[in-house]
């Protein structure tokens, strides 16, 4: 590379860090991402203008790594991509849906791009950036290029109207595969095809990658297992060779004459040194389904690589595939959300349980699920070593505890040995395990709770009572169903004696939530008519009102209430609701991809979703009902938005508080503590990065959250 290209390169760098790309933790709609994107998002290419600086392209967005692939950026300047090509600092990105249109280019290795005017037919396939002045982008339909940089294109069409990937040697030579199973080559730039290559006739397959080592030997990889074709004579004639590789390829690269590197479905990849005669599997030793297909490589350096694809996942090497680095771990569905402090968390994703101790912005495999046995259905945790999981099989379930924060797990005794079902499992805040099972009649469905953290059980119900809510140690609501009606019921002492609140005869309670011993609310469902209940009195009496004409006639699935007015529902199709006047209004709360799961901890609201999805939004500011006799803020902040000094004055200063500086990812940058009587405090922010910071308030009876703006 040349002094004048690695200078431009490092300008490229610290721009991009001054211009504030937004991180891969980026927003949407006031959700914040923290299981890192571009996680659940399927990647359709990896290109890299050098070994620090490298894009990917989902269909939505395109992401930027100035690191060698450890982190990446939203690239806020880029649609979503199909196809990027790099010859040094000049790039190229075709769009993902060809109703985009535009293609893009860049001549400053992406810091800024310029849109580039085509009238191709088809969708756009694949782009090579051959030199600064040699680009051929090839369509289902047609290949389009310039020999002079973009200042003049031609179109030329293939012989076929879906072409599914190629590959160009120079301006003039090229090869262009199709997904029904033809390979179509030409000399002179498209004005003449040969059809070197045809089974259309005889297999559904196509193909998917087309790739040489050299101007006579290349490969091309079908979509049909085992079935991998190699032509050495240009591509004149193809032949079925065998390689050993069991799975779908979906790209080739090589990076010289003899080594050579395929991803492929299942997450595997595979690597050449003799010129493709033999391939070894060089995939990480991580857990892959059908889905997860890696759809592109990038072969940097003979150690350096990235292959990428479905649901966001970016496998990196620096040691040519001994050892690989992955995005993230949690790629499954979250169903299941629980944290037991602010930093430590677990879920359920599908079928396996994960962890977090940093808030969840990195997760790690803390059980792993075993093919035929129960699956994870219930999480519940007593503080952030000791848990229970409930799992459930087709016609048994079992308990699991772990005492050293999901490290090992030993199985529990059941409450009953003839139950097959588990309704329900928690700890109440003293500590005291409850469960509820269902066997299909009333004979062995039962609700229990354990005082020794699930080794020994008592029969507390005669029923299985659902969705416990404990608001004390004594205070516990449930519901029940009893000849297809839900009903409310209460317990005072612990679960000794239980009384019925509520008898909704002929309506579904579809959720329900009470904040503290005698607030509650539910959400009830009769003929399609959907109506909130609520009481202030501990369940005596109820009000009655109709939800708004948006949320009138869907299904809801779980409910939160942060205090007596601000509360969260979630509808079947994932979409939140939000009300800060204790139900009187409801907002919606969009978040990407839907939701599975909703949990509230600490200052923030958390939404698990398909595919790794994990979103967390600030809860508004909590005043305490002990506080409740001003309305007044607890703190102001000025001046904001700020650059240097930002003062902080307070106007409750009765007690201790502690003053906390965070940023949009959440993590604390600064504390400080200010005693009785003490009204003002300041900080110097200049050191810090332009952007959005919170200042959090805490004390005894209250916890309040001001946005601060650094400009």
């Known amino acids: 590379m040349s002094e004048k290209n690695k200078s431009l390169n490092l300008i490229i760098l610290v721009l991009c860090m001054l211009l504030g790309y937004q991180t891969v933790f980026s927003q949407y709609n006031g959700w914040e991402s923290i299981n890192p994107l571009p996680t659940s998002r399927n990647i359709n290419s990896v290109a890299f203008v050098n070994e620090s600086l490298g894009y990917i392209g989902t269909d939505e967005h395109v992401y930027r790594t100035t690191d060698g692939g450890e982190s990446w950026m939203e690239a806020d300047n880029l649609q979503g991509t199909k196809s990027m090509s790099f010859f040094n600092n000049v790039g190229y990105s075709t769009p993902a849906y060809s109703s985009w249109g535009n293609v893009m280019r860049t001549t400053d290795g992406g810091l800024t791009w310029s849109t580039v005017t085509l009238y191709a037919q088809g969708s756009f396939v694949k782009v090579q950036v051959l030199s600064a002045s040699k680009i051929i982008i090839t369509t289902t339909q047609q290949i389009v290029y310039t020999t002079n940089g973009g200042e003049d294109w031609s179109y030329r069409y293939v012989p076929s109207c879906c072409s599914a990937t190629s590959f160009f040697h120079d301006d003039l030579s090229g090869i262009v595969a199709t997904a029904n199973g033809k390979i179509f080559k030409t000399d002179d730039a498209g004005l003449s095809w040969d059809t070197t290559f045809d089974e259309s ?56 004459e003899q080594t050579g590197f395929a991803s492929a479905e299942y997450g595997k990849v595979y690597k050449t040194v003799d010129g493709g005669l033999s391939w070894t599997s060089i995939a990480p030793t991580l857990l892959f389904n059908s889905s997860s297909n890696l759809k592109s490589i990038c072969v940097i350096n003979e150690n350096k690589i990235v292959t990428v694809g479905n649901l966001g996942r970016i496998l990196r090497t620096e040691d040519g595939g001994v050892n690989w680095n992955i995005n993230s771990n949690l790629f499954r569905d979250i169903r299941h959300i629980e944290y037991a402090s602010d930093l430590v968390g677990y879920v359920i994703g599908h079928f396996d349980v994960y962890k977090t101790t940093n808030g969840g912005f990195d997760w790690e495999m803390v059980r792993q699920h075993v093919t035929n046995a129960p699956v994870p259905k219930f999480i519940t945790f007593l503080n952030e070593d000791v848990g229970l999981i409930g799992c459930v099989g087709q016609s048994y379930s079992r308990y699991y505890r772990t005492t050293d924060g999901g490290s090992t797990w030993t199985q529990l005794p059941q409450p009953n040995p003839n139950y097959d079902q588990i309704s329900f499992l928690g700890f109440n805040e003293a500590g005291v395990l409850f469960t509820s099972t269902y066997y299909g009649t009333n004979t062995y469905s039962k609700t229990y709770k354990s005082s020794d953290m699930g080794q020994t059980w008592i029969e507390i119900y005669n029923e299985p009572l659902y969705q416990l809510n404990f608001t004390s140690p004594q205070v516990i609501y449930a519901l029940k169903t009893y000849n297809g009606a839900r009903k409310v019921v209460k317990s005072d002492d612990g679960g000794g004696i239980w009384t019925e609140i509520l008898d909704l005869e002929g309506q579904s309670i579809m959720c329900y939530h009470f904040y503290t011993s005698e607030v509650g609310y539910l959400i009830a469902k009769t003929n399609n008519i959907t109506s909130l209940h609520k009481t202030i009195d501990g369940g005596i009496t109820w009000s009655i009102s109709s939800l708004p004409t948006d949320l009138e006639g869907r299904n809801f699935r779980e409910m939160i209430f942060t205090d007596e007015n601000q509360g969260y529902v979630m509808d079947n199709d994932g979409i939140i609701f939000q009300t800060s006047d204790g139900g009187d209004n409801w907002s919606s709360l969009n978040v990407a991809y839907g939701g599975l799961s909703v949990h509230s901890q600490g200052n923030y609201l958390f939404v698990g979703g398909p595919s790794g999805n994990l979103w967390r939004r600030i809860l508004p500011a909590v005043v305490s009902a002990s506080d409740l006799d001003t309305k007044a803020t607890a703190m102001t902040i000025y001046p904001n938005p700020t650059n240097d000094i930002v003062n902080l004055k307070f106007t409750k200063t009765n007690q201790p508080h502690t003053i906390k500086l965070s940023d949009s990812l959440g993590r604390i940058l600064r504390t400080a503590t200010q005693m009785n009587n003490e009204n003002s405090f300041s900080w110097n922010v200049s050191e810090l990065a332009q952007g959005v910071y919170f200042i959090t308030i805490e004390s005894e009876n209250i916890t309040e959250i001001t946005k601060l703006i650094i400009r």
């Open 201 to 256: 006739n005889l297999s559904s397959a196509g193909f998917t990658s087309v790739s040489f080592s050299n101007a006579l030997t290349g490969y091309a990889g079908s979509t049909s297992w085992d079935e991998l074709y190699k032509t050495t004579d240009g591509g004149a004639t193809w032949y079925p060779v065998e390689v050993g590789i069991s799975f779908q390829i979906k790209d080739i690269e090589f990076l010289d």
